[in-house]
C-alpha cells in the first residue's frame, strides 16, 4: 500500500474514534465547539474519503453537532438561496479584486516607456498577482461547494441522530432543501443544482445504512425518510441520484428481526422473489418522471418520463437481488470509492449473522460483491472521475447536466470504444489535455480523456481493483465460446474482450510509480 493511502486510512481511524469519544461525552460536557471544528476540517480536507468519513461521524453526533447547524444557518433560510447570494459575493469580490489589478497593470505598463519606469521584473510579478487571485478564487469556490456538499450528506443522517426536541426543526430543514426539486414550488425547471442533488441523494443511502437497533435510528423519522427518499426519485434528474436512492429504499425495505439471538446477532432476513421484484419495479417507474432532461426542457404536456439509465437499471436489479437473499453487501455499496478500495472479507453463507448495527459495514470490500456489483462499481467510478476531473464546481455542474442527454445515456468512451480515455496520461509540466480533446467526432458528452494521475479528486482507482475487473472478463479461450456458455461483459459495454481487457491493465498500471 502507497504512503498516502496509508496515511489517509490513519486519518479516517483518528476520525472515527474522535466521532465515538465525541457522542460519549456529549452528555456531559459541551461538545459543539469540538463538532464545528470537525466541520471545519471536513471543508478544507482535500481528500475525498476523509471528507465522507467526518460527514457520517457528524451525522451520528445528535443534538450537539445539530447545534453547529442550527448556529451557522438560521431556521427561515433557504439553502439554495444562500448558496446563490454567497457565490454572487465572491464573484463581486474576484470581480472587484480583478479590477484593481487590471488598473494596476494598466499603470505598470503605461511606465513601462518612460524613463525609470517599472521593469519587466515589475511585470512579471503582477502577473503572478494575477495567478494568485485565481488560485484564492479558486479555493474559497471549492470550499463554499463543499460545505453545502457535506450539509446535504449531513441532514438525513441528523434527522435519526437528534432527540424529540430538534426533530420538526431538522425535518423542516430538509424539507427545505427537497423543495427545490419540486416545480410547483419553483414554478418550472428545479434550481437545486446537479451535485447537491446528488449529494442530497447519498445523504438518505447513509442514513438508510442503520439497522433498526442503530442508536440513531428512530422510526417515525426512518418513515419521513423514506417518504421523502420516493418523492426526490419522483423529481430527480441525475443518475447518479437515481442509482443512490434505489440502494437507500432498498436498505429501509430490507426486514430486520425486532428479536435475534441472547449474544445480539440477527438473522438474515429476505423478501419473497415476486415482492422482490415488483417493489423494484415500482420504484424504477418513479424514476425521473416529474421533471425534464437539465437542458432540454419538455415540451408542453409532454411527460417528462425518460429511458432509465443503463447504470440505474443494472442497479435496480442488483437491488432486487438483495432484497430476495437478504444479502445487501453482495449487491449494494455504500461509498463507491471506499468499496474500490479495500478488498474486504467475501461474503459467508445465507445462514450466517449480523451482530453490527449496519446493514453493509465500513470493512466490506469489493472481494463480498457479486461480480455483476463489481463491474457496475468499476464503471460508475470511471464515470465520476471523468466528472469531476479537476473538482470545479462549475464545471462539474456542466458535465453532469451533459450527461444526462435526451437519447443518448453513456459516452462512446464507456460503451463501445475507450480508446479515447487515454488512461495513462500523467501530470506532467505542461497543461493536461481539456475535456473533449481526445473524444470521438460527434461525442456530445466532452468527458475525454480520463483525468491524468494525480488528477482524480476521489482518487486513483486502485491496482487490485483493476485487476479484478480484468479476472471478470472471458479467458482467452472462454471467450470464442457462445455467449450464454462464458461469462458476459457488462450489457452496456459493446466493444471486444481484449480492448476492455487492455483499458484495466492500463488503469491497474497508472498507480504504479
Request: proline content about 7%; aromatic content about 8%; hydrophobic content about 35%.
Amino acid at each position: 500500500m502507497m504512503p498516502a493511502q496509508c496515511a489517509r486510512n490513519a486519518k479516517r481511524r483518528v476520525l472515527k474514534q474522535l466521532g465515538a469519544a465525541l457522542r460519549k461525552v456529549s452528555d456531559r460536557i459541551d461538545t459543539t465547539p469540538l463538532y464545528w471544528e470537525l466541520f471545519r476540517l471536513g471543508i478544507q480536507e482535500p481528500s475525498y474519503s476523509i471528507r465522507l468519513v467526518v460527514a457520517q461521524e457528524f451525522g451520528t453526533g445528535g443534538n450537539a453537532a445539530f447545534a453547529v447547524i442550527r448556529e451557522r444557518v438560521g431556521l427561515n433560510s433557504d439553502p439554495v438561496q444562500e448558496y446563490n447570494d454567497r457565490l454572487d459575493k465572491l464573484k463581486a469580490w474576484k470581480r472587484q479584486e480583478y479590477e484593481a489589478w487590471s488598473e494596476r497593470m494598466g499603470r505598470a505598463r503605461a511606465d513601462r516607456t518612460s524613463p525609470g519606469g517599472v521593469s519587466a521584473e515589475d511585470i512579471g510579478r503582477l502577473q503572478e498577482d494575477r495567478k494568485e487571485l485565481n488560485r484564492r478564487y479558486r479555493d474559497r469556490r471549492v470550499d463554499l461547494f463543499r460545505e453545502f456538499v457535506m450539509r446535504a450528506w449531513m441532514l438525513p443522517m441528523l434527522l435519526g441522530s437528534v432527540d424529540e426536541a430538534h426533530r420538526d426543526e431538522a425535518r423542516e430543514r430538509l424539507t427545505k432543501w427537497l423543495r427545490h426539486l419540486d416545480p410547483e414550488f419553483t414554478g418550472g425547471a428545479p434550481d437545486l443544482p446537479l451535485a447537491l442533488e446528488a449529494a442530497l441523494a447519498q445523504g438518505f443511502k447513509y442514513a438508510a445504512n442503520r439497522r433498526h437497533r442503530h442508536p440513531h435510528t428512530y422510526l417515525g423519522g426512518r418513515n419521513d425518510l423514506i417518504r421523502q427518499a420516493e418523492t426526490v426519485l419522483q423529481q430527480s434528474r441525475c443518475w447518479y441520484a437515481q442509482l443512490s436512492l434505489l440502494q437507500a429504499l432498498c436498505l429501509w425495505e430490507l426486514p430486520d428481526g425486532a428479536g435475534g439471538r441472547p449474544d445480539g446477532h440477527q438473522p438474515f432476513q429476505r423478501l419473497g422473489g415476486a415482492t422482490a421484484v415488483g417493489t423494484v419495479k415500482r420504484w424504477l417507474s418513479m424514476a425521473g418522471t416529474v421533471n425534464a432532461v437539465p437542458g432540454h426542457p419538455a415540451r408542453p404536456g409532454a411527460p417528462a418520463r425518460r429511458r432509465l439509465h443503463p447504470f440505474v437499471a443494472e442497479a435496480g436489479d442488483l437491488v432486487a437481488l438483495a432484497l430476495e437473499t437478504g444479502q445487501p453487501e453482495r449487491f449494494l455499496w455504500i461509498d463507491e470509492k471506499g468499496v474500490a478500495d479495500n478488498i474486504g472479507a467475501r461474503a459467508g453463507s445465507t445462514g450466517g449473522y449480523r451482530k453490527h448495527s449496519l446493514w453493509i459495514a465500513p470493512s466490506v470490500g469489493w472481494s463480498t460483491l457479486d461480480p455483476r456489483a463489481q463491474r457496475l462499481v468499476a464503471d460508475v467510478l470511471v464515470m465520476l472521475n471523468l466528472i469531476e476531473r479537476d473538482g470545479h464546481p462549475d464545471e462539474v455542474e456542466e458535465r453532469l447536466a451533459r450527461m444526462e442527454q435526451p437519447g443518448m445515456s453513456l459516452p462512446s468512451c464507456i460503451c463501445t470504444d475507450r480508446e479515447p480515455l487515454r488512461p495513462g496520461l500523467r501530470v506532467g509540466t505542461s497543461t493536461p489535455p481539456a475535456p473533449g480533446s481526445t473524444c470521438l467526432p460527434g461525442c456530445r458528452f466532452q468527458l475525454c480523456p480520463y483525468p491524468p494521475r494525480g488528477g482524480v479528486p476521489r482518487g486513483e482507482i486502485r491496482e487490485p481493483f483493476c485487476r479484478q475487473q480484468q479476472a471478470l472478463l472471458p479467458g482467452s479461450v472462454r471467450r470464442w465460446l457462445p455467449r450464454g456458455l462464458r461469462r458476459k461483459t457488462p450489457h452496456w459495454v459493446g466493444m471486444r474482450v481484449r480492448e476492455l481487457d487492455r483499458f484495466w491493465d492500463a488503469m491497474a498500471r497508472r498507480t504504479r510509480d
